[in-house]
């Protein structure tokens, strides 16, 4: 409780993250009530009104519609949902695999943790994108395996990372002290090492949530992932390309939407990660 | 005591903003050094002794500190009003400072010559211009370099070359401790602040290097102010003692005069606390430092103190005179206030003397004053 | 009468009777590989902890005293098998500890403990005090919910801090109280033995006192053994019954506290002792005359042929060179690894 206390003031202190955070709560409200809140629900299944088509923005439409006249204001407010759960999705993923491989690599090491670091290093040698393209182009292009796709990319960076923090952890005393106790390597990894390795874990995570949204509209983009109509925003981008200088607003619009999620998750991975820096060296 | 003092240090109140609200750290921190003379700091840990080292060399801060009230007095002028420029300066050429940790006060990406070399030519200059640089790369260093070799010898280092060409992770902890010593002392300055020189180090290497300490400081005249929490250790290097609990000077004295008969129930607490070779351990003192955000009104010492009386919470227990240049603050005895501030405040109704020991001759379970100096005898 | 030779380090538990031993380490070896090249192929051994032999009596304290590098440390993590020792024998309450398997190991871990010396560091900075203090419970699965934080709340008196301390975390502590938590955290399985591997090192004197009071009420009501490790000569005449002089891995004098403290007989402990920095005329007294260790401690690697400490001794003479000293018997309880007592 002190310390959640604590760690409030503190972030509430920097006016980044604060602005980060709030950034990132609209996303989210959006991403919940777009139901309530698209003036077009109908925009996302996709139902053309031909005549009101590639119409600018306007009073009608805030965001203009596109080429089957949809409304893309409605569109964007529905696509914040695809890119948040691909977030989460993605992370959990990512997260569920490479840590507890970082964790045991790193602690138990010897053999098993040269073997998973090395494995680890194959994954990291591709880059994600084009880990993910190749998984995705094996498979039938939808959201789902999309977002498994980039998992498969993600995963090896929490096990490096993670691999790193336990191994200077590993050396502490209180981890000697665990064992001196007769704790077994579960055990030390996961109730003695995991606890003290959660802060960079966490400053990457958010950090990851906008990055990880850009790769899943790369994809979409180049077609692998959301099937039309689904309103996700690289999907809108790509259907804009060849009209940026005409009807600009199809593109522009979901690319802001990006750019300002990615932002805000980037502020607020930075304001967290001061917040841990203080934390450590305060004590 | 008052005319030929190198460095004053009058009333000096430190706070720190924390997120906890602000720390009085330092509450009205008296101490003053002679030409010549070295004073020991002693005091615990979170006691404000370093905080009082950096605050005399213009190292704290601001934010989170800040200095509210008090002097710095060098050679007679106030080094609060200077600016960080200026003082920046003075801490290059005057004062000096040897830090705690040798393993981590050198550069370990260069040479000990370079380090000693980079003192020599620019003695604290923050910014170089393009001429002077240039002048630099173009002039000979040799005369600099001599004056380092020497100065490492001086500090008895048997292969100054060697060394002088060495990085800090070849030599071993004694050795980056003199060389420490040869820095601080390059410029030869007036005033030198040792902080727990000794601490990461071996008690027959820690040895040699008070000794070596000594010597440097007789025979350049240098004022040492010596911050220790260890009490053998003030005793030996020290010609006046002062003592420092939670942010205030509780006792000053010569040295033989506090070691024999020291006053304030914490000192006395203290030196009963260190484990002796003739006689049993004593049993501490309970308790823990107060709440600096939340500090005591009057005495700060007395949650702790078995001889706390209500007035102790109620007056300030300014410092007193007991004898000669002995001071307490401590309401178990009476005498002239030492600051002219405390005066009008003085109370003798807060007297709640006298104190239990002060029918024995002296302070120690013997009761006898040492007959050796700080310097001990034996075999030199 | 000529001097006793033991010769053998392993003799020297004879100075306590065998029907007393709690503790028995015999010829006790911890060495370090030096790998260098390629292929890290090992070129040397450091020997950390070089044939350490002593026994310790039942409620008592055995001080291992010696500067920084000397292998104190290292002693004591092998003798609880921490760190596995290269060579020797350690039975602790009738146990071959050397001999038991990891899971035997394990099971008897319960009966002797560490009190580590930084007592920052030796406490989780992310748990609670009593989830740190219920560790030990856990892991060996004894005693409910209810009954540990019974225990806790029992432990926590017995070490003196208030009840609220439960709930807390570390970095709100001071020090003395962090090592209060890190004894709790050693004693609450019962153990018979406890190496305190210098508790009181990082703490201020004053704050020592009250800790050393703490293991002496504490070793007075269980019946506890100490092995009391430390670079503090004072400190260690005042806990200990028994002590033993550590340089470069081998013990050089061992025997009875009064005796090795009144008579040191080695030049190395009466280096040491001479140059403790004394506050009364009786401790400066009671010091041995100056003696002056001269130079450095030589590298672990290379050590000196012959005493290893002769590089350094005043009073080095010829047989020194030659090979490694024996122990001799220089008091009733008192034996030295020095030519000098030939």
Redesign the interface.
């Known amino acids: 409780m002190e310390q959640a206390k604590r760690a409030y003031r503190r972030l509430s202190g920097n006016t980044l993250s604060v602005v980060g955070i709030g950034m990132i709560l609209t996303i989210v409200f959006v991403a919940i009530f777009a139901p309530v809140i698209a003036p077009y629900p109908d925009a996302v299944t996709g139902e053309p009104h031909f005549d009101e088509k590639t119409e600018s923005p306007s009073a009608d439409h805030l965001m203009g519609t596109d080429r089957l006249g949809r409304d893309i204001f409605s569109r964007i407010l529905y696509g914040a949902r695809i890119s948040i759960l691909m977030g989460i999705v993605v992370l959990s993923i990512a997260i569920g695999i490479g840590v507890p491989l970082g964790l045991v690599a790193g602690y138990v090491g010897g053999w098993p943790g040269t073997v998973i670091m090395r494995i680890t290093d194959v994954f990291l040698a591709v880059p994600p994108i084009i880990l993910a393209l190749a998984v995705a182009a094996l498979v039938e292009p939808t959201l789902w395996n999309a977002m498994i796709a980039i998992s498969f990319a993600w995963w090896p960076w929490y096990t490096r990372l993670v691999n790193g923090e336990v191994v200077s952890v590993k050396e502490e005393e209180f981890i000697e002290a665990s064992e001196s106790m007769g704790a077994g390597w579960l055990r030390v990894s996961f109730k003695e090492v995991l606890p003290n390795v959660i802060a960079p874990i966490t400053v990457k995570a958010s950090l990851d949530m906008g990055f990880v949204i850009l790769v899943g509209a790369a994809l979409s983009f180049l077609g692998l992932g959301a099937t039309p109509p689904t309103p996700s925003w690289g999907a809108m981008i790509a259907q804009g390309r060849d009209y940026v200088t005409s009807f600009w607003w199809m593109s522009t619009f979901p690319g802001l939407a990006i750019s300002f999620t990615v932002l805000g998750f980037n502020l607020l991975g930075d304001g967290l990660r001061d917040l841990f820096d203080v934390d450590v060296t305060r004590y | 005591m008052m005319g030929d003092s190198l460095l004053e240090v009058s009333n000096l109140h430190v706070e720190f903003a924390t997120e906890e609200g602000v720390a009085q750290v330092l509450n009205g921190v008296d101490l003053s050094i002679e030409r010549g003379e070295t004073l020991a700091l002693v005091g615990e840990t979170g006691c404000g002794k370093s905080v009082t080292a950096k605050a005399i060399l213009g190292l704290l801060s601001e934010p989170p500190a800040r200095i509210p009230a008090g002097e710095i007095r060098y050679k007679g002028q106030d080094l609060l009003e200077l600016s960080p420029a200026q003082r920046h300066q003075k801490r290059g050429r005057e004062m000096s400072m040897i830090m705690q940790d040798p393993m981590t006060s050198l550069n370990p990406v260069l040479t000990v010559g370079d380090q000693m070399m980079d003192v020599l030519k620019w003695q604290g200059k923050t910014r170089l211009g393009a001429t002077e640089w240039l002048r630099d790369k173009l002039s000979s260093d040799a005369h600099y370099r001599d004056q380092a070799i020497e100065m490492l010898a001086e500090v008895q280092i048997s292969a100054p070359d060697r060394v002088f060409s060495s990085y800090p992770v070849e030599l071993s902890g004694g050795m980056r401790q003199r060389v420490l010593i040869a820095i601080a002392m390059l410029l030869e300055p007036e005033f030198l602040v040792a902080d727990e020189p000794g601490t990461a180090l071996d008690v027959t290497t820690e040895d040699k290097i008070l000794e070596l300490l000594e010597d440097l400081s007789a025979e350049h005249d240098t004022s040492v102010l010596y911050i220790t929490h260890d009490l053998g250790i003030a005793k030996k290097v020290s010609d006046h003692v002062s003592v420092m609990y939670a942010g205030e000077i509780v006792e000053s004295a010569p040295t033989e005069v506090l070691f024999s008969r020291p006053q304030h129930p914490y000192t006395r607490g203290l030196l009963d606390s260190i484990p002796r070779l003739s006689s049993a351990i004593g049993s501490g003192i309970p308790g823990e430092l107060p709440d600096y955000t939340d500090p005591p009104a009057a005495c700060r010492f007395a949650d702790r103190c078995a001889h706390a009386e209500p007035t102790c919470t109620e007056v300030f227990p300014y410092p007193r005179y007991v004898e000669g240049e002995h001071a307490v603050g401590c309401h178990l005895y009476h005498g002239d206030p030492v600051h002219a501030r405390h005066v009008d405040s003085a109370d003798s109704a807060a007297y709640i003397g006298p104190a239990p020991w002060a029918s024995e001759s002296g302070g120690n379970p013997a009761g006898e004053t040492p007959a050796d100096g700080p310097s001990t005898g034996g075999d030199q | 009468m000529a001097a006793e030779m033991h010769p053998e380090s392993g003799d020297l538990v004879s100075l306590v009777p065998a029907a007393d031993r709690a503790v028995t380490i015999r010829n006790l070896r911890k060495y370090f590989p030096v790998r260098e090249g390629v292929l890290q192929r090992k070129v040397a051994d450091i020997r950390a902890v070089d044939d350490v032999s002593f026994a310790i009596p039942e409620g008592e304290t055995f001080g291992l005293v010696g ?2 590098g000397c292998g104190k440390t290292t002693a004591g993590k092998s003798i ?1 098998r ?1 760190q596995e020792p290269t060579a020797g024998e350690v039975i602790v309450d009738g146990t071959n500890v050397t001999d038991l398997s990891r899971s035997e ?3 008897f ?2 009966k002797m ?2 009190v ?3 007592p ?8 609670r005090v009593r989830s740190i203090i219920t ?2 419970m856990e ?2 699965d004894i005693g409910t919910e209810e009954s540990r934080r019974e225990r806790v709340a029992e432990l926590l008196e017995i070490v003196g801090l208030p009840q609220e301390y439960m709930y807390t ?1 570390p ?2 502590l ?4 962090k090592q209060r938590v ?1 004894i709790a ?1 050693a004693v609450s399985l019962n153990p018979d033995f406890l190496v305190l591997d210098e508790p009181t090192s990082a703490l ?10 703490l293991f002496e009420d504490l070793q007075e009501t269980f019946d506890l053994t100490y092995l009391f490790i430390s ?5 260690i ?2 806990v200990a019954d028994w002590i033993g002089v550590m340089y470069l891995g081998k013990i050089v004098e061992i025997g009875r506290a009064e005796s090795v ?1 009144r008579e040191p007989q080695h030049p190395y402990t009466q ?17 041995p ?2 003696v ?2 001269e130079g ?1 401690v030589p590298d672990p690697r290379n050590k000196p042929t012959g005493c290893d400490f002769r590089t350094r001794c005043p009073k080095e003479f010829g047989t020194c060179s030659s090979e490694d000293p024996p122990y001799y018997r220089v008091g009733e309880e008192h034996f030295a690894t020095c030519y000098l007592h030939e």
């Not at chain 3, 920052?120 to 748990?127: A, D, E, H, I, V």
């Not at chain 3, 670079?231 to 400190?235: A, F, G």
């Open positions: 500067e920084s609880l921490i190991l394990r099971a871990r319960r403990q560490m580590f010396q930084d920052t560091s030796s406490l989780n900075p992310r748990k560790d030990p892991i060996h975390y970095n709100a001071s020090g003395g109280q890190g955290r201020d004197v004053s704050v020592q006192a009250r800790i050393v009071d670079h503090d000569l004072s400190l005449r005042n403290f280096a040491l002792l001479s140059a403790i920095a004394t506050l009364d005329p009786e401790d400066e007294a009671i010091k005359e100056r002056r260790a450095e």
